[in-house]
């Protein structure tokens, strides 16, 4: 069974702090990825990784970095946590699709809802 | 520009309805395209995908993509309280999964008993 996991489910901090989202995998995928989701916004991009130690941004990469040490692990940073960044944040690992036909499949970890104060 | 438009819902049908959900695109070099199902409290699942243009079927479901009109649809018939989620659509050029999707908002389904 495929498994994408998360550090948390709940997670409240204070506006200035350091925050770490860990995000495992254990599908041996190449392709990791951060997503923020907010009501009437969607799934929206903030870095993916396609190798351990490379990354690139996403769509809304302000304010946050990725960390990509071992193949198995994602982390997303805000270095200095605001309150605009409380929001659902989204991990996935993807297959290498684009053959035959077939994309890649992202499969998505449960989530971390993080509420900054 | 990626950018697709997912009319938000909420949408609530009658259990045993014939469903229709709906993406418009703007960028004509998609050419993958997904649902994806999303349960209240999870991560999104992949329901189907479909390659350029077409119809694809999946027991209950189907899956439609119009290139020409940039417009793809996800039918659900007979549809049972276990449908109600919320569903969005998923777009990427190239296929290969490196590059990230390029979701709609996602529309919030209701199948009332």
């Known amino acids: 069974d495929v498994k994408v996991t998360q550090s948390s489910r709940y997670l409240v901090k204070r506006t200035g702090e350091k925050v770490f989202l860990e995000c495992v995998q254990d599908?041996?995928?190449?392709?990791m990825f951060w997503y923020r989701q907010d009501p009437g916004l969607g799934l929206r991009l903030i870095y993916f990784s396609y190798d351990v130690k490379m990354k690139e941004k996403g769509d809304i990469p302000e304010g946050y970095s990725v960390s990509r040490e071992k193949k198995e692990r994602f982390s997303l940073i805000l270095e200095s946590a605001s309150t605009n960044q409380t929001s659902m944040y989204l991990c996935?690992?993807?297959?290498?699709?684009?053959?035959?036909?077939?994309?890649?499949?992202?499969?998505f970890g449960p989530g971390t809802r993080l509420t900054v104060l | 520009q990626k950018e697709v438009e997912q009319d938000p819902g909420p949408l609530s049908v009658p259990e045993g309805a014939i469903v229709s959900l709906n993406c418009t695109y703007s960028?004509?070099?998609?050419?993958?395209f997904m649902w994806y199902r999303q349960y209240s409290r999870k991560g999104p699942e992949l329901l189907m995908y479909?390659?350029?243009?077409g119809n694809k079927e999946d027991g209950r479901f189907t899956a439609q993509v119009d290139k020409s009109s940039k417009y793809i649809s996800l039918f659900i018939r007979d549809s049972q309280p276990s449908d109600s989620a919320t569903y969005l659509c998923a777009m990427s050029d190239s296929g290969g999964g490196a590059d990230g999707l390029t979701f709609g908002k996602g529309t919030h389904l209701i199948i009332q008993p």
């Open positions: 996935a690992s993807s297959t290498v699709g684009g053959t035959s036909g077939r994309p890649g499949e992202q499969f």
């Open positions: 599908m041996d995928h190449e392709n």
């Open positions: 960028n004509s070099a998609f050419q993958y």
């Open positions: 479909t390659y350029s243009s």
